[in-house]
T-cell receptor, first 115, second 114 residues
Framework: DQQVKQNSPSLSVQEGRISILNCDYT??????FLWYKKYPAEGPTFLISISSIKDKNEDGRFTVFLNKSAKHLSLHIVPSQPGDSAVYFC??????????????FGKGTLLTVNP | DTGVSQDPRHKITKRGQNVTFRCDPISEHNRLYWYRQTLGQGPEFLTY????????KSRLLSDRFSAERPKGSFSTLEIQRTEQGDSAMYLCASSSAKGAGTLHFGNGTRLTVT
C-alpha cells in the first residue's frame, strides 16, 4: 500500500515555462513533506520542504503548495531551466508510532526541460 | 561539510557471496539511515541508527541483512548469501537531531548480483 503517490512518471516542459509536479498522500499522520531531486548516478538532494501547519513555502524558483484537506502537494518550478531535468521525489514524514525520523518516498517523476 | 560518503560505488557479486558496504555520514550528524532503491521505485527505508543504537529495522531487512554503527560514526551494511533480488542501489543518509532533520544522502552503492 503506497502511502505517497506520484502518479505522473514523467513530465516534459519547455525552458522558461512552469513545471508542476504533483504528489498525493494517504496517511493523515504525515506532518512534514519534502521534495528531493535526483540526477543519474547521484543520491537524492534535498530541494524544499513544508510543514503541515503551512500551505505554501517558497525558495527562489521553487514553491511547494500543500492542500491538507485533499492530501495533495505540488512543486512549482518557475522558470524551468534545462539543469532542472532530473527525477523528483516527493517524501513525507510522520509521527505515527514515534517514527518521526523516517521518510516515505513516492516513486518519482522524471522532469525533462527542453531548451 | 564533506557530505555523506559511500564505498564502494559499484559492486558486482555472484549469487551466494557476502558483501559489505560502508557509509561515512556528515560528521556532526548523529542519525544515520539506510535505504534501498530499485528501478522505477523511490527509496525504501531499511534501518535507522541514533548514535550507535539501531532503533528500527524494516521488515524489508531479512535475516541475511545486518547493519552496524559501532562507534556512532561510520556504518556498515552486510548482505549474506546474496540473491538476485538484492540487486539495487543502497543509499545511506544522515541527519542531525535538530530542526526537521532533513536527510542528506550519499551517492549510493549499486549492487548487481549475477
Amino acid at each position: 500500500d503506497q502511502q505517497v503517490k506520484q502518479n505522473s512518471p514523467s513530465l516534459s516542459v519547455q525552458e522558461g515555462r512552469i513545471s508542476i509536479l504533483n504528489c498525493d498522500y494517504t496517511n493523515s499522520m504525515f506532518d512534514y513533506f519534502l521534495w528531493y531531486k535526483k540526477y543519474p548516478a547521484e543520491g537524492p538532494t534535498f530541494l524544499i520542504s513544508i510543514s503541515s501547519i503551512k500551505d505554501k513555502n517558497e525558495d527562489g524558483r521553487f514553491t511547494v503548495f500543500l492542500n491538507k484537506s485533499a492530501k495533495h502537494l505540488s512543486l512549482h518550478i518557475v522558470p524551468s531551466q534545462p539543469g532542472d531535468s532530473a527525477v523528483y521525489f516527493c517524501a513525507a514524514r510522520g509521527v505515527s508510532g514515534g517514527s518521526n525520523y523516517k521518510l516515505t518516498f513516492g516513486k518519482g517523476t522524471l522532469l525533462t526541460v527542453n531548451p | 561539510d564533506t557530505g555523506v560518503s559511500q564505498d564502494p560505488r559499484h559492486k558486482i557479486t555472484k549469487r551466494g557471496q557476502n558483501v559489505t558496504f560502508r557509509c561515512d555520514p556528515i560528521s556532526e550528524h548523529n542519525r544515520l539511515y539506510w535505504y534501498r532503491q530499485t528501478l522505477g521505485q523511490g527509496p525504501e527505508f531499511l534501518t535507522y541508527f541514533q548514535n550507535e543504537a539501531q532503533l528500527e529495522k524494516s521488515r524489508l531487512l531479512s535475516d541475511r541483512f545486518s547493519a552496524e554503527r559501532p562507534k556512532g560514526s561510520f556504518s556498515t551494511l552486510e548482505i549474506q548469501r546474496t540473491e538476485q533480488g538484492d540487486s539495487a542501489m543502497y543509499l545511506c543518509a544522515s541527519s542531525s537531531a535538530k530542526g526537521a532533520g532533513t536527510l542528506h544522502f550519499g551517492n549510493g552503492t549499486r549492487l548487481t548480483v549475477t
